[in-house]
């Protein structure tokens, strides 16, 4: 990867440059049976009208906090990128009460509901699919984003060393966070075309970073997994094989 890049959204441009075809994120979720593969294409494409729908429709400047309530899924690692595509301060598990808008799952519609500003709420259903009811008082994603543009540009540039991520209490800049994901991805023995193999959280560094940034941050790609306690016995060894993962965190 580029050693210039700065910010997450720059190491996505990179990733972009370099092999736009190849897989950058594969989610599984085991509750449901539900497989998404996204080229880095693809999920910059997400990314692009996540932004443009942050920076546009929700009128999101940089520096603004946005409460981030969703778990490890593919639309959470889109959003993660629009908010630093934006500069928009993405708080993981964060206070509603004190952000300036709020990105919700189903499950966490009440808690946002104590947002004053912009709430977006995403039904994390199969294919991205919206909610059958849109709930009260939010936009739904799914309905949002399709009509967004596929090109974004910030109408500021996003300074590398402003706030970008808040998890678990601890707040990282854009060129920290960065720097982070490098360590991290040497640290698991990443590099080009490594498929590291998650189930971890997104409540904390240690499940974003194998869930998102470190793979990114060496030109790999992650296979995140969510409920993987639901596979059946033996599952797990096949789909590391599948996949062909070369890497796994549990």
């Known amino acids: 990867m580029n050693a210039t890049d700065r910010t997450p959204a720059d190491l996505l441009r990179s990733a972009l440059a370099a092999d736009p075809a190849r897989p950058l994120v594969t989610f599984y979720d085991d509750a449901t049976g539900e497989r998404v593969e996204l080229s880095v294409a693809t999920f910059a494409n997400w990314v692009a009208k996540t932004a443009n729908l942050l920076q546009g429709d929700l ?56 947002c004053s500003g912009e709430r977006v709420a995403l039904a994390l259903r199969p294919l991205g699919g919206r909610f059958p009811q849109p709930p009260a008082g939010f936009a739904d994603y799914a309905v949002e984003v399709p009509g967004q543009g596929d090109r974004f540009a910030p109408y500021a540039p996003v300074d590398p060393h402003a706030p970008a991520l808040v998890v678990d209490g601890r707040e990282l800049t854009g ?45 790999g790609s992650v296979v995140l997994c969510r409920h993987l306690d639901r596979l059946s016995g033996g599952g797990l060894d096949k789909r590391r094989e599948s996949e062909r993962v070369t890497v796994t965190a549990l």
Do not use: I, K, M
């Not at 595509?85 to 964060?94: W, Y």
């Open 175 to 219: 060129a920290e966070l960065t720097g982070q994901a490098r360590t991290d991805a040497h640290q698991h023995g990443l590099g080009p075309g490594s498929r590291l193999l998650s189930g971890l959280s997104y409540a904390n560094w240690e499940g974003l970073s194998a869930g998102l940034y470190a793979p990114l941050a060496a030109g």
């Open 59 to 114: 009128a999101a400047e940089p520096g603004d906090r946005l409460a981030l309530l969703l778990p490890a899924h593919w639309q959470t690692a889109v959003w993660l990128l629009a908010c630093s595509s934006v500069g928009v301060v993405a708080e993981v598990g964060g206070d509603p009460a004190g952000a300036d808008l709020v990105v919700s799952g189903p499950d966490t519609l009440e808690e946002a509901r104590a």
